[in-house]
């Protein structure tokens, strides 16, 4: 019977990645780290990326084994692969917080269309996807100055994004601090497609 060493960890067997749970992460994990600090900080780093729909498995690795030293060094040395839980249970919860946008965007729009009832949805939602309205502070008169502040965007950046990041750590090689002020254009990319892509149906 294998016995680790102090501070290590042995993983009995591997999963597919879908089929990991919490119960499958290190029991150093098992605490309120993982939830309160590791997580806001992995969304706050996948935000950052130009693309959040394709992180390579090299890429993820790399942040998900600097949160891991920055959170558990001193009690735990873990080695983060792409057959490991803590990467598998970290994929789940990308997936889960990527399609968040789309619901939250949604209910954004329902709400607003059912707040102006004396004109159609579909006639609404022309006038916003036109230019690409519906990003800028000022849809009548559009300013590439004033992109990205439209409600509908900060409503859904605000609701779906910093509230996500909450509780994040510093980590030094992740550049966290940097990214919690500027490291955003990901984001507003996937908030910006979950608005336009809200189907409009006739009554």
Not at 70 to 93: C, K, M, P, R
Not at 111 to 125: H, I, Q
Request: hydrophobic share 45%.
């Amino acid at each position: 019977m294998l016995t680790a060493l102090s501070g290590y960890w042995i993983k009995k067997r591997y999963k597919s990645r879908s089929t990991y749970r919490n119960i499958d992460l290190p029991p150093h994990c098992q605490d309120q780290r993982w939830p309160k600090h590791f997580l806001p900080t992995l969304y706050l780093w996948a935000g950052s990326q130009d693309n959040l729909w394709q992180i390579s498995d090299v890429s993820l690795i790399k942040a998900l084994q600097c949160i891991m030293d920055e959170l558990y060094d001193t009690d735990l040395q873990y080695n983060v692969t792409s057959q490991g839980s803590v990467f598998g249970i970290a994929t789940q919860h990308l997936a889960e917080w990527r399609s968040n946008f789309g619901s939250t965007g949604l209910a954004i729009m329902i709400d607003f269309f059912a707040r102006n009832k004396d004109t159609e949805p579909k006639v609404l939602g022309t006038v916003l996807i036109s230019d690409f309205a519906f990003i800028f502070e000022d849809m009548d008169n559009i300013d590439l100055m004033q992109a990205y502040r439209s409600p509908f965007m900060l409503q859904l950046f605000a609701t779906a994004h910093l509230h996500s990041i909450v509780g994040h750590v510093e980590v030094s090689a992740l550049k966290t601090g940097v990214l919690a002020a500027i490291g955003m254009a990901g984001v507003l990319g996937i908030c910006a497609a979950s608005v336009s892509t809200v189907d409009i149906q006739e009554p």
